[in-house]
C-alpha cells in the first residue's frame, strides 16, 4: 500500500509547535493515563502499556485486555515484538505473556507450559530479540532468561555482586550491563569473565534502573543511567569503543531512550524530548540535539514513531500525545522574528510588512529584518491594506482603523471596519451601520500626525445609496474592478456598486448566495475576466458570462475567510476547518478537491484567516500563530494512498468467524457484520469507508467501519472494502469472498426435485429395508461361519498334536501329575471352547477362564519359560462385561508361539482389560524378538489364518453390532536403543453390558 515518506523536518519540530499535540486519555478510551511504552505491530496497530491494563488502538477506537483476557499483569512496563509475529509484554510481577497475532490470542504460563520455566527476579527489567528470534528477559534482581527461537527456556543466574542491569546483544552474542557502586558503567561479555574497559565515569545517582538499547541495523548500542545525567554509545562496528557525548544540561534527569533506525534517538527526561539526528550522532563527538520539545507539566515515559510518521508521546499521569507528520515549521522563528504575524502583505520597497501580534510592524528589505514601528493595536482579526500612496498602508480590525505613513507615522481614526478600500476621494468602510464612504475633503482637519484623531460627526458620514434606498447591509470584503466600479461583499452576496452615483445594487436579488467573505481576481496576473468570491458555505467564480460553483461536499461546513489564486490552476481557501487546496480549470467548469491541512498535519489551529505565497513557500496565518510550508510538499500530500482496512473479525448471526475463513458461506436469512480496523492515525473526519459487491459495482458509503449486509440475493460475492480520503484517494481493497445459499423452496426444479427425492426415498427405503434383511441373515450364516472357523482355528491338529505330546512326555517320565494336570486343562479349555462356539458374546470373567486355561497348558509345554499377568481396570465388572467370544485368542497365541518360545531369555506376556470413556481396551503385549524377527525365523506368505478370520470377525462385528466403532492396532516395541523388544496389539470395542 501507499504510504507517505517520512520527513524529517516533521519529526524534529522545535518545541513551541508541539503545543498542538492531539491528546489521548481515559475519557477517549484508555484504561488509564499512566502510560509507560508505545508500540506499533507488523499489521498497523497501536499498543499501549498502562499500569492498567494493555490497550490496543485501531484509528477509532481502544481495545483493552487484562488479566481476565490472558495478560500475566495488568501493569507493564515494555512492550516488544518479535519475528514470529508475538507480542511480549514485560509485567510487574516478572511473568511474561504474549499476544499470538494469527492467533488472535494471549499466552501465559497458564496456558503455555514452556512460560513457566522461566525464573525472574523483580519485575521485567528489559526485553530484547536477536537476528535468530530468541528473545531475552532481565529481572530487576537480575535473573535473566532466554527463551530461544524453537520455545525452549535458558535460565541464567549471576552472584549478588555482579548482577547485570542491562543486556546488549553486542556484535551478535549477548552482553550485559554493569553500574558500578561508585563510577563506570561497563560492557561485559557473557562468560562473565572478561569485562571491557571503563567508557565514563560519573556518580551513581539514586536510580538503580538503566536503559540499553541495541540497534543491529546501525551497528550500535546505546545506554543511560536512568535519572542519570549521561548516554553512552558503543560503535559495534569498531574494534574499539566509542564514546559519544551526549549534551544535555546536568539538571537534566533521563527517564527513557528512545530510537528510530533512520531518523535519531530521542532522550525523554522530566523536562521534556531531546531528539538527536543520526547524522549528528554519527559525525559529532559531542552531539547536540536538533530539537528540544517542553512538555510544561506533564512528564513523558516513552516515544514512538508509526510507519507514517507520527510521533507518539506517552505521559505518567496525562495519557498519550500525539504529534502528526508535518512539514510545518513556525513562520516567526523561520524569519527571526520576536512574534508570530496576525498579517502580511507585499511592499514595493520594502518587500514584505508584518504585522506581529505585539503590535508591532516589522519589514523585510533583502531579507533583514527591520522594526518600523508600534501600533495601538494588534488582533487576530487585524488587516492591513495597501494605500493608494506607496508610503501609505492601512490597518484596520474591530477596535481600530489607523493609516500608517511608513515615514511619519500613525494616524488613528475612531472607527472600526470588517472591510475597507481606499480610493482618490477618501475610504470606504464595511461598518455595522452598512457602507461608508468617507471623503478626504469633509474632514474638519488634514490627515497629519500620528497624534490626529479627527471626528466624526453624524452629518459627515455619506452613505453610499443605491436608487432611493440606503444599502444598510455590512460588506465584509470589497474589490475595486474599474475607477468607478467596485464589488461587496455582504450577508446575502454580492452587490455592485459605483463611486459617482453612490448606488449599490445587489447582483442576485432572486436568489440567496449565502455570506461573502472574500473577493479576488483569478490568476497570478489579475486578470479581470473571472472573480472568485468566497464565504459562509460558498464558492464560486464568475465571469461576465458565466458561473463556476465549487460542488456543495467542499464546502459543506465551511467558512471561507480568504482566498488565493496561483497561476490559472490553484486556489488556496483559508477557512474554519484549515487550508483546502483546489485544483480548478475555468474553461471546462472544473473545481477538483486536492486535500486540506489541519491540525492533524500540525497546524497551530484550524481558523485560518489568510494565506499568502512567497515564492515557493506558503505562509499560513491562523488564530494560534502563522507557520510556513513548502507548496511542492503541501501538493504532495494528494499522493497519499489510506492504508488498506484490516479484517479483525466476522460475525454471522450470532457466530464469530475467524478473518482468516477461506469462503464465507451464509444464507438469505442470516445477517452478516464486516468488522474492520481502518489502521489511519492521521485527522479522522477525513477518512470514509466504502464498500461494494462486486468487483465493477458501485461503491457503497458507510458511517462506520462495522460494514452490515443483510438479505443478500442468493449468489458469488467478492465484497471489497476500502478507506477513502476527503481528497478521493482510496485505499487498495480489502475482499472478502461469500457465497450465499439460495433457499430450496423458491425455484421449480427444487420442487420437482423435492418430490423426486420423496419418490426416490420411498423406493429406497424399501430396497434399503430388503437389503438389511438380507444382509442380516447374510451376516448371522457369516457370523456362524467364522464361529466355526475360529472354533478350528483354535482346536486346530497342530495345537491337538502338541497337547498330546506334552501328555505323553509327561507319561513317559513318569509325572503322571504334571500329566494329570495337563490333561485337565486340555478338557475343560475344550469344554469351554465348545461351549463359546455357538454364542455372539460372552462375560469377560468366562473369557478371561478360557484365556488362562490356554496360556496355562502353554506354559507348562514350554516349560514355564515365560510368565503371564492380566490386569483389569477396577471400574469394570468382569461377571457384567460382555465381549465376543475368542476375540483376542489368536493374538495370544501368536504372541506366545513366535515371539516368546524363541525367546533365549525368560518371556513376560501381559493382557490389561481398560475403562476409556464408553469404550473396552484390550492389550495384549509380549516382550518377544519381534513379528521382524518371527518372519525371518518362520516365513510365510500373506497373513496366519487365524489372524484373518479374527479381522473378519471383528468387520462383521462393525457391521452389525458395534457400527464401525470397534478397532484394532497392532505396533512394533522398541528399546532406547531401537532394537526390538517385542510386539503390541490393541483392541477397543464398545462397552456392552
Not at 227 to 237: A, N, P, S, T
Not at 882 to 911: D, R, Y
Request: with cysteine; glycine share 8%; hydrophobic share 40%.
Amino acid at each position: 500500500m501507499g504510504r507517505l515518506p517520512i520527513i524529517l523536518l516533521g519529526i524534529i519540530l522545535p518545541g513551541s509547535l508541539f503545543g498542538q499535540l492531539l491528546e489521548f486519555t481515559v475519557n477517549n478510551g484508555l484504561p488509564s493515563n499512566t502510560v509507560y511504552y508505545i508500540l506499533q505491530d507488523q499489521i498497523g496497530y497501536i499498543w499501549f502499556a498502562t499500569d492498567d491494563g494493555v490497550a490496543r488502538y485501531d484509528g477509532q477506537s481502544f481495545e483493552i485486555f487484562t488479566k481476565q483476557d490472558g495478560l500475566a499483569d495488568n501493569e507493564n512496563f515494555q512492550i516488544l515484538e518479535d519475528k514470529y509475529g508475538r507480542i511480549w509484554f514485560g509485567a510487574f510481577n516478572g511473568d511474561p505473556s504474549y499476544y499470538d497475532l494469527q492467533e488472535q490470542k494471549f499466552y501465559n504460563k497458564f496456558n503455555q507450559p514452556w512460560l513457566r520455566e522461566i525464573e525472574l527476579n523483580g519485575y521485567i527489567r528489559q526485553m530484547a530479540t536477536d537476528e535468530k528470534g530468541d528473545l531475552y528477559l532481565l529481572g530487576q534482581l537480575g535473573g535473566l532468561a532466554q527463551i530461544t527461537h524453537y520455545d525452549s527456556v535458558i535460565n541464567y543466574s549471576f552472584p549478588r555482586e555482579i548482577k547485570p542491569e542491562g543486556i546488549s546483544l553486542y556484535g551478535g552474542e549477548i552482553r550485559f550491563l554493569y553500574i558500578d557502586r561508585e563510577l563506570p558503567i561497563p560492557l561485559a561479555s557473557n562468560d562473565l569473565g572478561k569485562v571491557y574497559p571503563e567508557i565514563i565515569s560519573e556518580p551513581r545517582s539514586n536510580f538503580s534502573t538503566s536503559k540499553t538499547m541495541d540497534l543491529p541495523s546501525r551497528g550500535v548500542t546505546l545506554a543511560s543511567l536512568i535519572g542519570g545525567r549521561m548516554v553512552r554509545y558503543w560503535d559495534q562496528k569498531n574494534s574499539e569503543h566509542t564514546l559519544k557525548k551526549f549534551d544535555f544540561p546536568d539538571s537534566i534527569r533521563m527517564i527513557n531512550l528512545a530510537e528510530h533506525p533512520d531518523l535519531g534517538v530521542w532522550l525523554i527526561h522530566f523536562d521534556g524530548i531531546r531528539f538527536y539526528p543520526w547524522s549528528s550522532i554519527e559525525s559529532q563527538h559531542q552531539v547536540a540535539p536538533t530539537s528540544i520539545t517542553a512538555l510544561p507539566g506533564k512528564t513523558p515515559s516513552h516515544v514512538m514513531c508509526d510507519s507514517d510518521g507520527r510521533l507518539w508521546i506517552s505521559t505518567l499521569g496525562d495519557g498519550v500525545l500525539l504529534k502528526p507528520n508535518s512539514s510545518l515549521s513556525p513562520l516567526h522563528e523561520q524569519l527571526n522574528l520576536p512574534d508570530s504575524p496576525v498579517d502580511i502583505i507585499p511592499n514595493d520597497s520594502l518587500e514584505w510588512l508584518f504585522l506581529l501580534k505585539n503590535k508591532q510592524l516589522w519589514a523585510r528589505p533583502q531579507g533583514v529584518n527591520q522594526l518600523l514601528l508600534e501600533l495601538p493595536s494588534a488582533t487576530y482579526y487585524s488587516r492591513l491594506i495597501r494605500g493608494i500612496a506607496p508610503s501609505h498602508v492601512w490597518n484596520y480590525n474591530r477596535q481600530d482603523l489607523t493609516r500608517i505613513d511608513l515615514g511619519n507615522g500613525v494616524s488613528r481614526f475612531g472607527s472600526y471596519a470588517s472591510s475597507m478600500v481606499e480610493i482618490p476621494e477618501g475610504f470606504i468602510l464595511g461598518h455595522s451601520g452598512g457602507v461608508l464612504m468617507l471623503p478626504y475633503d469633509e474632514f474638519s482637519s488634514p490627515i497629519k500626525g500620528s497624534q490626529y484623531v479627527p471626528t466624526w460627526p453624524g452629518d459627515y458620514r455619506r452613505g453610499i445609496k443605491k436608487k432611493n434606498l440606503v444599502f444598510n447591509n455590512r460588506a465584509y470584503s470589497m474589490l475595486p474592478i474599474t475607477v468607478d466600479s467596485i464589488l461587496f461583499g455582504y450577508q446575502k452576496g454580492i452587490a455592485l456598486g459605483s463611486i459617482n452615483t453612490g448606488q449599490i445594487v445587489p447582483m442576485n436579488p432572486e436568489q440567496f448566495m449565502g455570506k461573502i467573505n472574500s473577493l479576488i481576481f483569478h490568476g497570478d496576473a489579475g486578470s479581470q475576466d473571472w472573480v472568485w468570491a468566497g464565504g459562509d458555505e460558498v464558492l464560486f467564480a464568475f465571469s461576465q458570462k458565466d458561473t463556476v460553483w465549487a460542488p456543495k461536499p467542499i464546502i459543506r461546513n465551511t467558512k471561507i475567510s480568504h482566498l488565493l489564486c496561483a497561476g490559472d490552476s490553484l486556489l488556496w481557501l483559508s477557512t474554519n476547518r484549515g487550508v483546502i487546496t483546489l485544483k480548478v480549470d475555468l474553461d471546462h467548469e472544473s473545481i477538483d478537491y486536492l486535500g486540506s491541512l489541519t491540525t492533524a498535519q500540525g497546524l497551530p489551529s484550524n481558523d485560518v484567516s489568510k494565506t499568502i505565497r512567497n515564492e515557493k513557500e506558503l505562509w499560513i496565518i491562523t488564530k494560534s500563530g502563522a507557520v510556513s510550508i513548502d507548496i511542492e510538499t503541501l501538493l504532495q500530500q494528494k499522493n497519499f494512498i489510506p492504508p488498506t482496512p484490516h479484517l479483525e473479525e466476522i460475525q454471522l448471526g450470532d457466530s464469530i468467524l475467524p478473518p482468516s475463513t477461506p469462503v464465507l458461506e451464509m444464507s438469505r436469512d442470516q445477517t452478516v457484520v464486516l468488522k474492520t480496523a481502518p489502521l489511519f492515525f492521521g485527522d479522522p473526519g477525513k477518512l470514509q469507508f466504502e464498500f461494494r459487491l462486486s468487483q465493477n459495482g458501485p461503491w457503497t458509503p458507510s458511517n462506520t467501519a462495522d460494514i452490515q449486509l443483510v438479505s443478500l440475493a442468493p449468489g458469488e460475492y467478492n465484497v471489497e472494502i476500502r478507506t477513502v480520503l476527503d481528497n478521493g484517494n482510496a485505499s487498495l481493497p480489502l475482499a472478502i469472498p461469500i457465497r450465499v445459499r439460495p433457499p430450496w423452496w423458491l425455484t421449480v426444479w427444487a420442487i420437482v426435485g423435492l418430490i423426486f427425492l420423496l419418490a426416490l426415498t420411498f423406493v429406497g427405503a424399501i430396497r434399503w429395508r430388503n437389503a438389511i434383511t438380507r444382509q442380516r441373515a447374510q451376516n448371522e450364516i457369516r457370523l456362524a461361519q467364522m464361529e466355526l472357523s475360529v472354533l478350528k482355528a483354535q482346536m486346530n491338529p497342530h495345537f491337538i498334536f502338541n497337547a498330546l505330546s506334552s501328555i505323553q512326555r509327561f507319561v513317559l517320565s513318569n509325572d503322571t501329575k504334571q500329566a494329570n494336570e495337563y490333561l485337565t486343562k486340555y478338557s475343560r479349555l475344550t469344554r469351554m471352547v465348545l461351549n463359546h462356539s455357538d454364542k455372539t458374546l460372552v462375560s469377560l470373567e468366562s473369557e478371561l477362564q478360557c484365556l488362562r486355561y490356554y496360556i496355562e497348558l502353554e506354559a507348562l509345554r514350554l516349560s514355564h519359560r515365560f510368565t503371564y499377568y492380566i490386569e483389569i481396570d477396577d471400574e469394570l465388572d468382569p461377571a457384567m462385561q460382555q465381549i465376543p467370544p475368542l476375540l483376542i485368542q489368536t493374538f495370544v497365541e501368536n504372541a506366545i508361539w513366535h515371539g516368546l518360545s524363541p525367546l533365549p531369555g525368560q518371556g513376560v506376556l501381559e493382557l490389561s482389560f481398560e475403562k476409556q470413556g464408553n469404550m473396552l481396551a484390550i492389550t495384549v503385549r509380549d516382550n518377544g524378538i519381534g513379528r521382524k524377527a518371527a518372519h525371518v525365523r518362520n516365513p510365510r506368505k500373506g497373513q496366519s489364518k487365524g489372524s484373518q478370520i479374527t479381522l473378519d470377525k471383528l468387520s462383521i462385528l462393525n457391521e452389525t453390532l458395534y457400527h464401525q466403532q470397534a478397532s484394532i492396532r497392532l505396533r512394533d516395541l522398541y528399546d532406547d536403543e531401537g532394537r526390538s523388544s517385542g510386539t503390541e496389539v490393541i483392541f477397543s470395542i464398545p462397552l456392552a453390558m
